[in-house]
């Protein structure tokens, strides 16, 4: 017996059960390298909770390192709910230190293969492996933070091998994970949505409601098309009016939010428009987010302002909104918010699925990049021509490639996606749900608990 506790101890791995015995209910504690090796400990069952407990701590090191893992069966072509709950004490950065990870295995316990067809890029007559999978935090109640996803399980899959990990939480943290369960369930419902972006100059007219006016047929062909969510351009009551950003601005809610409040009613949808917003002595570049109720869901201030707009006497903006709508999460970003990756991965950590983009001009690359970096879809309405060369009216998907383009003025272009299916990539496999595990710390980020 003393020799059983010994090497426990040298593994650093501690058991506590009620019947005293020396049991872990199969998990394993493991570590890339003894150096860098926390304390693991086991609990029968827990004090917060009544449930088994395994634990994961730190001395006054930093940069320690380790995780749980337990191998579970699971049939392969099914789908299943995973889910644990975690509490923390003392830990840096939580969504970095305290994750979940998901490896798919076959009968020999080599990676299986992936069998979906949604795969942003792969070799011809190759099947990329599945890469590991990173299950997202959830609801938070009384200090505990459930981590969970549902997933469809290769075929060729027999077990998962979950692990609980431990990552450069920081001197004397601590991570308690518990209620674990692996188990099947029913496929998630698909929740498609039609994005459109319109493709339209305002050139007609010098007064900010004729602007509005042209873009009526435009918002009603999309309909038609049934689109759920229409993205027009920047600030279009200003767009060859011959006035200043203050002779165009406008209240919000005001004349261009009841305006395109009663089309989005009409046609029992979204529509995203940018203006110029007055408020007191300020003028703001802002987009306005109108829902098929007719009422103004939210507005997005421009928060990078380009050389023209500085000397116009525009105020830039100092938040990221994020919108809740009836199929998704909405963020809006204005023209040279683009060129800065900030702007749209803000809207990202903020939870924004859908990332709508009026954009006077901008280097496409830009629009594909954010898309791609934040695995959120980007609608661009610009005023630029296609023969430019330059920005294009477009929806942008996972993978930065147009999903749809609107070429000729005066028309829309809708792509429809499924907000519910992952992108897998070669190497990478699902990387949207990596990016919060992965992404860098930042300087406001500070120590807390979840």
Known sequence: MRLVLACLLCLNVFVTSHAGETNTNGWEAKSPRNEIRPSFTYVESGEENGKASLIISADERDGLMGHWEKTFPVEGGKHYQFSVWRQTENLQIPRRAAMARIIWLKDDG?????????????????????????????????????????????KEATSARIELHYRWGGPNSKITWSEVSLTPTDPPEPRKVRLATVHHRPKAGTMPQEKREQFAPLIADAAQQKADLVVLPETLTYYGTGKTYAECAESVPGPSTEFFGKLAKQHDLYIVAGIIEKEKHLIYNVSILMGPDGELVGKYRKVTLP????????????????FETRFGKVGMMICYDGFFPEVARELSNNGAEVIAWPVWGCNPM????????NHAYVISSTYTDTSSDWMISAVFGHDGKPLAQASQWGTVAIAEVDLNAPLYWQSLGDFKSQIERHRPSLPYEQKQDN
């Open 110 to 154: 080599k990676r299986v293969v992936r069998d979906e067809p949604s795969f942003a890029s792969y070799r011809p007559g190759e099947r990329p492996r599945a890469e590991p999978e990173f299950p997202v935090d959830g609801k938070t109640k009384n200090g505990w933070t459930e981590v969970a996803q549902t997933y469809y399980i290769p």
């Open 366 to 373: 830009l629009g594909s990049a954010r898309a791609c970096e």
């Open 307 to 322: 050389r023209g707009e500085i000397e116009g006497g525009v105020m830039p903006g100092n938040e990221y909104p994020v």
